[in-house]
């Protein structure tokens, strides 16, 4: 037993002594740190081999790394007119964690060698994932379980890899749920809580979803006599901060549609206006087909931590596992209740939202599959003879796991760590660099994805190297080309201009009225550069102004 000292009153000859309570912490969490740790270094081994050839450069990616270009060179929230299509504080501070390497060597600003900076928020996210299972009492096995299946399925290792707002902002929620689940219940660690909820919904808006299940959480691990202030103050913290993206848009007197200019109301009715993807149980849908991309990956996180989900929330009432996960286990059903609906659009980057929920979920019922064998041997009276059958129980589900998980993952897992998608992308890049001609006085069409690789490689950035959206849809670009199509010298054509293309008149024109000069990799994927003549339809072009390029933040 410890004997309870009185608190001295302390001297100017008797300075005070810090507790050692942190010190007894820390020692009681050394276990975890040996579990954890390890399981960590595998889980950047895996995702960081072979991160830049695999998978494909995505215009998404290019995008956000953009736009993050941007702010460190103060030129805006945007490398074009920032149009209120998701809220900027994503790409801000991807711009804070990209400033040294960018400053260092600008030139690795592209997006194949900027994702090594994802394996920051990949570590960040595992870890508060593991820190969540222990606090919510999951033992740490099951804790170490969750960590794995969130940062080795293959699916994972897939999509954690690229520069997705998605990923930021789950690892905000992350920490917004470990702060609502603090043991110790003080009232800062739930208005911490808030500020996290606020940051992630600010890093992408479709956080919103999981809001009421941090909510539910919060309210189960607060205490008893102070449960309103600490929800009062959360709420509160939440609202304020997440006030700050409206008060920014109405400040610039772009809150609301107006002639001449770009507004909220307009970015926020174009999301919910946005064509649906249809049902994901519709064979010949664009949700289906997003679905069948995620199961292509993996079937063991999505499906098996979904029917986890079925089976928690069933059984919750009598489980105390199934209360004890409750907050992350109604954050997957609520995401997937918004993925299965037959209307709205559907993203293939919005199962990164509900990878770590789903991986409690699937620890959660692993415990209490071995509760239930315990308390089986329990109801014969034979407490050595439970404890033998909880630890039986263990080793045949990590058996099973083994037997069923590893072969698939392992499949995946290798052709991510082998496969080359990006050789296309590179040697385009390449070659613009060193066979187009003079790029102060090229003009080029590309997606965002190689935007970047040609600012530095001197290309004007803005309407030297055009983001190909923006030749149709950004005035301030296009009142640049007034001859359209044949104001442009090159088209990189990647998989995506030609898929879009289809409902941008410019683009579409200089794809018809172009022809290949090079082409890079092979069938649906080949990128292709395709030259349009000078003088197309006896039209010169207009050359360029020096200062013809501005952006708007």
Known sequence: MTATVPAAVPSAADPVRPSAAPVARFRRARPDLLVCAPLLAVILLVQGWNITAFPALSDDEGTYLSQAWAVQQGQGLAHYTYWYDHPPLGWIQLALVTWVPSAIAPPSMAVGSMRCVMLLVTAVSAVLLFVLARRLGLPRWAAALGMALFGLSPLSVVLQREIFLDNIAVMWMLLAF?????????????????????????????????LPALLVTMWRHSHRDTRKFAVTGAVTACVLIGLCYPLYALLKGELWPGPGHVSLTDGILFQMRRTGSGSIFSAHSGAHAVLNSWLYYDRVLPLGGLAAVVLLLLTAYWSGTGRAVFGPVLAAALLAAVAMRPTGYLPAMYVIQALPFLALSLAGLAVAGTGLAERVARRVRRVAAARLLRWSAVGALGALTAAVVVPNWYDGDRSVETIDANAAYRSAALWMATKAGDPARTRVLVDDALWLDLVHQGYRPGTGVIWFYKADLDPAVS?????????????????????????????????DHSETVAAFGSGDNRIEIRRVPKEADGHPRVPQSPNSSRKDG
């Open 178 to 210: 470990v702060l609502a689940a603090s043991p110790s219940r003080h009232l800062w660690h739930h208005f911490g809580a808030g500020v996290a909820a606020a940051t992630a919904v600010l890093s992408k808006e479709t956080m919103l979803v999981v």
């Open 479 to 511: 009142k640049t080309m007034p001859h359209g199509y044949r104001d442009i010298d090159y088209v990189v054509a990647t998989p995506t201009v030609r898929r879009d293309a289809v409902n941008l008149p410019t683009v579409r024109a200089a794809l």
